[in-house]
């Protein structure tokens, strides 16, 4: 069925290029990406790709200097090895944040990225909820930017009745928690906030009816977990019964799982983009799905030349 496909996968999320592989029928290719003892990255590929079309499953979280030269490395193995396309899959595309200047001298690191793994080899990007859309327009090689939607909609709609709002925990994630409360004939409500500093929110008022409603704060990624621990205060002072989280990225940095135990949250819905270590599985709140079956389907559909925009939901 995929004579010419094969897929590879640095150290950074194995379980998710394991089940991706599962999905497709097909067994995850040998590679050895290690390092040496002053700590460089080296790789190599452990089978044939001459003219193969190859994907490399690379997230590119914590640590993320090491994740980004781990996939530069493959990259650059696999177009020596004449592999005939390569497919750089990014389940979370780190420095997503970066993406534009916010100040005098400095960089767009997004940028840099794009044309680093341009430049390394890749054909096309494969990735899933960018921070930023605008990012695509970063690279000069396709980019499908895929939405973890339909797994946390299956989910959210199994597992909820009626009486749901859904939460935008800042102004610029509206368009994104409209999209879903209007997929499941949810309210809709809004924090307002204002962030000092970086990594430091401030929630100052909510927009919208939460009075007695089940309210899930949706969002594409949960970092330091402030903004959403401050929503789920806020929320609930305004009359919310029960607060949940949902997110694609449990990026989870440092107070994170401390900040997520002690809140009004009652659950926090993940998926496996990136994988949780020792620590994050100690959080008892946490309830992870898996998007192998979407970045599977979608990578049939590019190995088949077929369209990739009715994931896009």
């Given at each position: 069925?995929?004579?010419?496909?094969?897929?590879?996968?640095?150290?950074?999320?194995?379980?998710?290029?394991?089940?991706?592989?599962?999905?497709?029928?097909?067994?995850?290719?040998?590679?050895?990406?290690?390092?040496?003892?002053?700590?460089?990255?080296?790789?190599?590929?452990?089978?044939?790709?001459?003219?193969?079309?190859?994907?490399?499953?690379?997230?590119?979280?914590?640590p993320p200097n090491d994740n980004?030269?781990?996939?530069?490395?493959?990259?650059?193995?696999?177009?020596?090895?004449?592999?005939?396309?390569?497919?750089?899959?990014?389940?979370?595309?780190?420095?997503?944040?970066?993406?534009?200047k916010i100040s005098p001298r400095?960089?767009?690191?997004?940028?840099?990225?794009?044309?680093?793994?341009?430049?390394?080899?890749?054909?096309?990007?494969?990735?899933?909820?960018?921070?930023?859309?605008?990012?695509?327009?970063?690279?000069?090689?396709?980019?499908?930017?895929?939405?973890?939607?339909?797994?946390?909609?299956?989910?959210?709609?199994?597992?909820?009745?009626?009486?749901?709002?859904?939460?935008?925990?800042?102004?610029?994630?509206?368009?994104?928690?409209?999209?879903?409360?209007?997929?499941?004939?949810?309210?809709?409500?809004?924090?307002?906030?204002?962030?000092?500093?970086?990594?430091?929110?401030?929630?100052?008022?909510?927009?919208?009816?939460?009075?007695?409603?089940?309210?899930?704060?949706?969002?594409?990624?949960?970092?330091?977990?402030?903004?959403?621990?401050?929503?789920?205060?806020?929320?609930?002072?305004?009359?919310?019964?029960?607060?949940?989280?949902?997110?694609?990225?449990?990026?989870?940095?440092?107070?994170?799982?401390?900040?997520?135990?002690?809140?009004?949250?009652?659950?926090?819905?993940?998926?496996?983009?990136?994988?949780?270590?020792?620590?994050?599985?100690?959080?008892?709140?946490?309830?992870?799905?898996?998007?192998?079956?979407?970045?599977?389907?979608?990578?049939?559909?590019?190995?088949?030349?077929?369209?990739?925009?009715?994931?896009?939901?």
């Open positions: 069925m995929f004579e010419k496909l094969k897929v590879f996968s640095g150290n950074s999320n194995i379980p998710l290029a394991v089940e991706l592989c599962q999905h497709l029928g097909i067994q995850l290719g040998r590679a050895t990406v290690r390092t040496f003892s002053d700590k460089e990255i080296a790789a190599e590929i452990g089978e044939n790709v001459r003219g193969m079309d190859v994907c490399v499953v690379q997230s590119t979280c914590c980004l030269m781990e996939l530069l490395i493959m990259l650059d193995a696999l177009k020596r090895a004449s592999a005939g396309t390569i497919t750089a899959v990014m389940p979370y595309f780190g420095y997503a944040r970066q993406d534009r400095v960089p767009i690191s997004a940028k840099l990225v794009a044309d680093l793994i341009t430049v390394a080899g890749a054909n096309r990007v494969l990735t899933i909820e960018l921070h930023a859309g605008q990012i695509q327009g970063f690279f000069d090689i396709p980019v499908d930017n895929l939405y973890s939607n339909p797994v946390l909609f299956d989910f959210v709609k199994e597992k909820f009745d009626d009486g749901l709002v859904i939460v935008s925990p800042d102004t610029g994630g509206v368009e994104r928690a409209r999209a879903f409360a209007k997929r499941l004939d949810a309210g809709l409500a809004i924090i307002d906030k204002r962030r000092p500093q970086p990594n430091v929110s401030e929630v100052m008022n909510v927009v919208g009816d939460v009075k007695n409603k089940t309210a899930i704060i949706f969002d594409d990624m949960i970092d330091t977990a402030g903004t959403v621990v401050e929503a789920a205060q806020a929320i609930t002072e305004n009359g919310a019964r029960e607060v949940y989280a949902c997110c694609t990225h449990p990026v989870l940095s440092g107070k994170a799982i401390e900040r997520l135990n002690d809140s009004l949250i009652k659950e926090v819905i993940v998926t496996n983009t990136i994988p949780l270590n020792e620590k994050k599985k100690e959080c008892k709140k946490i309830h992870v799905l898996s998007v192998a079956s979407l970045l599977g389907e979608a990578v049939k559909r590019i190995y088949y030349n077929e369209s990739v925009s009715a994931l896009f939901t």
